[in-house]
Nanobody, 124 residues
Framework: QVQLVESGGGTVQAGGSLRLSCAAS????????MGWFRQAPGKEPFLVAI???????YYPDSVKGRFTISRDNAKKTVYLQMNSLKPEDTAVYYC??????????????????WGQGTQVTVSS
């Protein structure tokens, strides 16, 4: 069983930055696809980044150029660096792990393990 623990959320002004961390306890972390989702009040979860083993990443257009996902396999930790934050980025952010990384997994049902979520609030 894999456990994910997130940290780094908080409140910032528009244009500011935050760095989220997600530490994993699994034995095969290096082979997992790691995703970051966010969920704003009243909305469906929205994928903001994916990192596959081997260094390949994916971002939707709404965050590309502002958000960067990275991972340290030795530390079993994945990060989300968020720059130039906007009020519409306000949400609870979750990290998630997928055991089989062979496809572009963009919906929550495709992930096997989840963190507890961390609140990010961007004021205008």
């Amino acid at each position: 069983q894999v456990q994910l623990v997130e940290s780094g959320g908080g409140t910032v002004q528009a244009g500011g930055s935050l760095r989220l961390s997600c530490a994993a306890s699994g034995r095969t972390f290096s082979s997992y696809a790691m995703g970051w989702f966010r969920q704003a009040p009243g909305k469906e979860p929205f994928l903001v980044a994916i990192s596959w083993s081997g260094g390949i990443t994916y971002y939707p257009d709404s965050v590309k150029g502002r958000f960067t996902i990275s991972r340290d396999n030795a530390k079993k930790t994945v990060y989300l660096q968020m720059n130039s934050l906007k009020p519409e980025d306000t949400a609870v952010y979750y990290c998630a792990a997928r055991r089989s990384p062979v496809t572009l997994a963009t919906i929550p049902e495709e992930y096997d393990y989840w963190g507890q979520g961390t609140q990010v609030t961007v004021s205008s």
